[in-house]
């Protein structure tokens, strides 16, 4: 099975277990078919990006990135840049844009999908990412803050609307609490 029809096979399972984002998950997909050059950044219309959703070791603060180019505070992530394993693309943007390199993914499962736009800058014209989450583990709360960023900060999984009214962030948080809910129980 090659790259292209694990992701696919990866958005199918995904689609099952929240069928409420059906809408997304089959616009993603169509891209992933249709496209394939999708995890080309030089792809026009635009390509798939690889995100982390980086928890603490306790599981109950989330480490975000006030994004210097977007400037809002969001998940941690990036290019593909032609690799096709995107949860490999994940936690190599966890560690380059943390500095954490003690990252762990907590689950191969993809934990949440999104395509937002990207406004065109310089060269750059508008484009998507058609962004594709994972959560991962950090073992201590020590990062350091990269060129990408004009801040990084542990949040507490409740205080996120604090920092973000971005819906998808919200949503990521949403489920994060289901999960701590059912791992209590």
Known sequence: MNDRMMLLYALGSYRERYPEEAEVVDRLAAFVEDEPNCFE?????GHITGSAWIVDPTG??????HHRKLDKWLQLGGHADGDSDI?????REAREESGVEDVVPVST???DVDIHSIPARGEEPEHFH?????????????????????????VSIHKIGDYTIEGSMLRMAQKHVQLL???LH
């Open 41 to 45: 950044r030089t792809t026009k219309e």
């Open 60 to 65: 109950t603060r989330i480490l975000l990135t």
């Open 87 to 91: 949860l490999a693309v994940a936690v």
């Open 109 to 111: 499962q993809i934990f």
């Open 130 to 154: 058609y962004d594709v989450r994972f959560i991962l583990r950090a073992a201590h709360t020590d990062h350091i803050v990269s060129d990408e960023s004009h801040d990084l900060a542990w």
């Open 181 to 183: 809910s059912n791992n």
